[in-house]
C-alpha cells in the first residue's frame, strides 16, 4: 500500500515540466469547495459531527471507481513533518496542516488530485496539471465533483449556487489557479504593471503556495477572485484570454533581455549556477532565486546539459520537508542550510559546464 513516504520517488503531476507553454507555465489547478447539506460548516461543527463527515465521505470514496488509486491520509496521524511536506507538494492547504481534530486528505498515486476533508469547507477537491492546461484540468476535477454529487448531497441555494464557508467562494465554489515563472517580467520591471492589470480583470495575485504567502524565485500564482455569478465556464475562458497574454508578455522581455545585454543575464545566469554548485550554506530562499535564473537560462539556450526535470527535482527537494526527509532527521534552520548546500553540489556534480 502506498503511504507519504513513498511520494518522496518522484515530484508530482504539477512539476512533469509538460504541458503548453510549461517553459512559463508550471502548472493549472482547479480547486473545487463543496459542503454537504445536513451538516454545519466546518469551524462550527463539533469533533462528533466532523468524523461524521470524514466517514461519510469515506464510504463514498471508498466504493468509488477510482478508489484503487488514491492514497487516504488522516492528519491526526501524521507529523508535523509530514503535514509541511505535503504542503510543499501542494497536495493539501497550510489550513489543513494546521488544524486539529477529525481532517484528513485522499491523493491520487500520480498526484493529478487530491481531496482534502474538514479544510474550511467539508470537501475542497482540487486537481492539478503541468503546463497551461486549464480544460483538461476542468475535465478532470469535473468528473470527480460529478461523482462526488451523486453520492453526497451538497449545500445549493438556487439562486446562489453552492454554499461555501467563506463568501468570495459561493457560486461556483471555484478556484482556477495557473502557476506562472516570470523573472525576465521582474528583471526588467514590468511586474507591478502586470499585477495592476490582472486586478482590473478581477484577477488576484498569489505567491507560491497560495493565500497569505510571498513571491519566491519569481513564482506567482495568479487565480480568480470573484466566483458568484460567473460559471464554470467563464472562468475557464477568462483564464484562456489572460494567461497567454502574460506568457506573450514575458517572452518578450526574455527576448529583451538577450537582444540588449545578453552577456549581463548571462553573467546573473552564470552567478546563480555558480552558487548552487559551490556554497557551503544556503537558503531555501536563495536557492530558488538562484534555480529561477537557471531555469530561465535553460530555456533561452544559455545553460547546457541540465535538464528541467532536474531543476524540478531541486526545487522540491530543497524545500525545508522534503530536505529533512531526504536526510532523514528533522534538522533546524541552520543544519538545513548546511545540508541544503551539500545535496545541490551531490546534485549539479555531475552537470555540464554553462553555455
Known amino acids: 500500500m502506498l503511504t507519504v513516504d513513498d511520494l518522496m520517488q518522484g515530484c508530482g503531476e504539477w512539476l512533469q515540466g509538460k504541458g503548453r507553454d ?66 510543499e507538494r501542494h497536495l493539501i492547504s497550510r489550513e489543513l496542516a494546521e488544524g486539529q481534530g477529525p481532517k484528513a486528505v485522499f491523493i491520487d498515486h500520480a498526484e493529478r488530485f487530491s481531496i482534502m476533508v474538514n479544510e474550511e469547507d467539508h470537501l475542497r477537491i482540487q486537481a492539478m496539471q503541468s503546463g497551461f492546461e486549464p480544460e483538461p484540468t476542468w475535465a478532470l476535477i469535473n468528473e470527480l465533483d460529478d461523482y462526488l454529487g451523486q453520492k453526497l448531497v451538497f449545500a445549493y441555494h438556487q439562486e446562489w449556487g453552492f454554499l461555501t464557508a467563506c463568501p468570495t467562494n459561493v457560486g461556483t465554489g471555484m478556484r482556477v489557479s495557473v502557476m506562472l515563472h516570470l523573472p525576465a517580467s521582474v528583471i526588467v ?30 513564482f506567482y500564482q495568479v487565480s480568480n477572485q470573484v466566483t458568484l455569478g460567473r460559471s464554470e465556464g467563464e472562468l475557464i475562458r477568462k483564464m484562456l484570454d489572460v494567461i497567454p497574454a502574460i506568457v506573450g508578455a514575458e517572452r518578450k522581455a526574455r527576448q529583451f533581455l538577450l537582444d540588449e545585454g545578453s552577456q549581463r543575464v548571462h553573467d546573473r545566469i552564470s552567478r546563480a549556477y555558480g552558487v548552487l554548485k559551490t556554497a557551503q550554506i544556503i537558503s531555501s530562499q536563495e536557492t530558488l532565486e538562484c534555480l529561477s535564473l537557471v531555469r530561465m537560462g535553460v530555456h533561452l ?3 547546457k546539459d541540465i535538464s528541467i526535470p532536474l531543476l524540478n527535482e531541486l526545487f522540491l527537494y530543497t524545500q525545508p520537508a522534503h530536505l529533512q526527509k531526504v536526510v532523514g532527521v528533522e534538522m533546524d534552520s541552520a543544519d538545513r542550510n548546511v545540508e541544503r548546500a551539500r545535496f545541490l553540489k551531490k546534485k549539479l ?7
Open 189 to 218: 520591471k514590468q511586474i507591478e504593471q502586470i499585477f495592476r492589470s490582472l486586478e482590473k480583470l478581477e484577477l488576484v495575485v498569489r505567491g507560491l503556495y497560495g493565500e497569505g504567502s510571498q513571491a519566491l524565485g519569481d
Open 349 to 355: 556534480g555531475t552537470a555540464g559546464p554553462m553555455g
Open 301 to 303: 539556450g544559455l545553460v
Open 22 to 87: 510549461n517553459d512559463i507555465v508550471i502548472s493549472t489547478r482547479i480547486r473545487l469547495a463543496r459542503n454537504l447539506a445536513d451538516f454545519p460548516f466546518t469551524s462550527i461543527a463539533s469533533e462528533a459531527e466532523q468524523r461524521q463527515i470524514l466517514d461519510r465521505v469515506r464510504d463514498v470514496i471508498a466504493a468509488s471507481p477510482f478508489s484503487e488509486q488514491l492514497l487516504y491520509v488522516p492528519m491526526e496521524e501524521l507529523s508535523e513533518l509530514d503535514r509541511q511536506f505535503l504542503v
